[in-house]
């Protein structure tokens, strides 16, 4: 068990629709990462935050959004659905030392299925 | 461009043998490097990290890897393969001094009995 949370373990819905998926960080830890896994396009970053702002940002649709929260947990939020955004999203945390190279501790995911 | 390529899609190895899971590694400056496990239906599992220093790194459950800059390489070995191994394998590298990470896109190990 890495220390990090999230759900729901499975989502199910429809085209056009909008989900939420939360991630809890490990405790301590002040940066929050999202990542898409699917097929044919292998583990993609999405988007980091770090205590609250937005650090850097990856292959993250317009339809997709972030944040976290002064609680240092972070929600993932997916508008208008697609078929092709079907995936497994994982959300990771790590301490942030400012020399490169933290160990990020990935979650268990949620897997969005988009009917 | 920044990344890490896992050349072999599939690794067969017979229990008891050894086995070697490929990673080369294209970033600037001083890399970081990194393995993952991947185990059906579960997350990312952190196993070793290459930061500085020693170039064979040693890891959770008998893993260990060999980070070698002439051919920028950093693959993950293990002297005696078991079939609870079975599962996918991720390098990984921060681009400079970001932290968000760049993985390979995976290796699916098979260890038979």
């Known amino acids: 068990d890495s220390g990090v949370t999230q759900t729901p373990k499975h989502l199910i819905t429809a085209t056009g629709q909008r989900v939420t998926l939360r991630c809890s960080p490990r405790?301590?830890?002040?940066?929050v990462y999202w990542y898409q896994q699917s097929l044919d396009q292998g583990l993609q970053f999405l988007i980091q935050?770090?205590?609250?702002?937005?650090?850097a940002k990856g292959n993250i649709l317009e339809r997709f959004s972030a944040q976290q929260f002064p609680d240092l947990h972070s929600e993932l939020n997916l508008s208008s659905l697609e078929l092709g955004d079907s995936a497994l999203y994982f959300c990771?945390?790590?301490?942030?030392?400012?020399?490169?190279?933290?160990?990020?501790?990935f979650g268990p995911g949620t897997r969005l299925t988009v009917l | 461009a920044q990344s890490v390529a896992q050349p072999e899609d599939q690794v067969n190895v017979a229990e008891g043998n050894p086995l070697t899971v490929k990673c080369t590694y294209s970033?600037?400056?001083?890399?970081?490097l990194f393995w993952y496990v991947q185990y059906p239906n579960r997350g990312l599992q952190f196993l070793l990290k290459?930061?500085?220093?020693?170039?064979l790194v040693k890891g959770s459950y008998g893993f260990e890897a060999e980070f070698n800059k002439s051919q920028t390489s950093f693959h993950l070995k293990k002297p005696s393969a078991l079939v609870s191994d079975s599962a996918l394998y991720f390098c990984?590298?921060?681009?400079?001094?970001?932290?968000?990470?760049?993985f390979g896109s995976g290796t699916k190990l098979n260890v038979k009995p």
């Open positions: 990771a945390s790590s301490v942030v030392s400012g020399q490169g190279g933290d160990t990020q501790y």
């Open positions: 405790s301590g830890d002040l940066s």
């Open positions: 935050y770090y205590n609250g702002e937005e650090r």
């Open positions: 970033v600037s400056g001083n890399p970081y």
């Open positions: 290459y930061i500085t220093g020693d170039n």
């Open positions: 990984a590298a921060p681009p400079g001094n970001f932290n968000k990470f760049y």
